[in-house]
Nanobody, 116 residues
Framework: QVQLVESGGGLVQSGGSLRLSCAASGIFFGRYAMRWFRQAPGKQRELVAGIGSVGDTLYGDSVQGRFTISKDSVANTVDLQMDKMKPEDTAVYYC??????????WGRGTQVTVSS
């Protein structure tokens, strides 16, 4: 059974930092690209950051230079370090695992709130 469990969400002031973590079980980590998405109220889910099986990374335009994605392939975790946070970063953040042949798994999400 595949499980993705997010942790680390919470309330932070504008300019502050949070670190999210996603623990994956039931998958062979090396076969999957791991990504973080977020969804704010009334908005579509958007890609925040991703990291491929060989460690290549990509970021959404709105977080480039502020957020950093990393993974631990032994512990099967993927983290999202969020710095210089803004109120517009407020959203539910979701962990996603996608394989090259289309397998797609989601966590249940963790709330991040940035106060101004």
């Amino acid at each position: 059974q595949v499980q993705l469990v997010e942790s680390g969400g919470g309330l932070v002031q504008s300019g502050g930092s949070l670190r999210l973590s996603c623990a994956a079980s039931g998958i062979f980590f090396g076969r999957y690209a791991m990504r973080w998405f977020r969804q704010a109220p009334g908005k579509q889910r958007e890609l925040v950051a991703g990291i491929g099986s060989v460690g290549d990374t990509l970021y959404g335009d709105s977080v480039q230079g502020r957020f950093t994605i990393s993974k631990d392939s032994v512990a099967n975790t993927v983290d999202l370090q969020m710095d210089k946070m803004k109120p517009e970063d407020t959203a539910v953040y979701y962990c996603n695992a996608r394989s090259g042949d289309g397998e797609d798994y989601w966590g249940r999400g963790t709330q991040v709130t940035v106060s101004s």
